[in-house]
Nanobody, 123 residues
Framework: QVQLVESGGGSVQPGGSLSLSCVISGRTESSYFMGWFRQAPGKERELVAAISWSDNSPWYTDIARGRFTIARDSAKNTVYLQMNRLKPTDTAVYYC????????????????WGQGTQVTVSS
């Protein structure tokens, strides 16, 4: 059974930074993906960034590109999302997810989810 445990959310002023962490356990494949999603009130959940666990290749949506960095530490079974230059529109619940092997980001089946962590950007 795959388990994902997130930490690191909180409140920050516009322009500030936050770092999220997600510890994964129970995944047995050598090749899979980890991703960060977010869901703002009244909106659909959206992918922010993803990373291939096997080759450490990151992938970013326009939301994240240039401001956020996704990284993983295989020794700690942890994936991180460093968020810089935060905006009020980044306010959302952020979720860590895990998905099986895929040849494209769009085809990943995200089959395991964390509980979510709140990020609030406000002055």
């Amino acid at each position: 059974q795959v388990q994902l445990v997130e930490s690191g959310g909180g409140s920050v002023q516009p322009g500030g930074s936050l770092s999220l962490s997600c510890v994964i356990s129970g995944r047995t494949e050598s090749s899979y993906f980890m991703g960060w999603f977010r869901q703002a009130p009244g909106k659909e959940r959206e992918l922010v960034a993803a990373i291939s666990w096997s080759d450490n290749s990151p992938w970013y949506t326009d939301i994240a590109r240039g401001r956020f960095t996704i990284a993983r530490d295989s020794a700690k079974n942890t994936v991180y999302l460093q968020m810089n230059r935060l905006k009020p529109t980044d306010t959302a619940v952020y979720y860590c997810a895990s998905g099986g092997p895929s040849n494209t980001i769009a085809n990943i089946v995200w089959d395991s989810w964390g509980q979510g962590t709140q990020v609030t950007v406000s002055s």
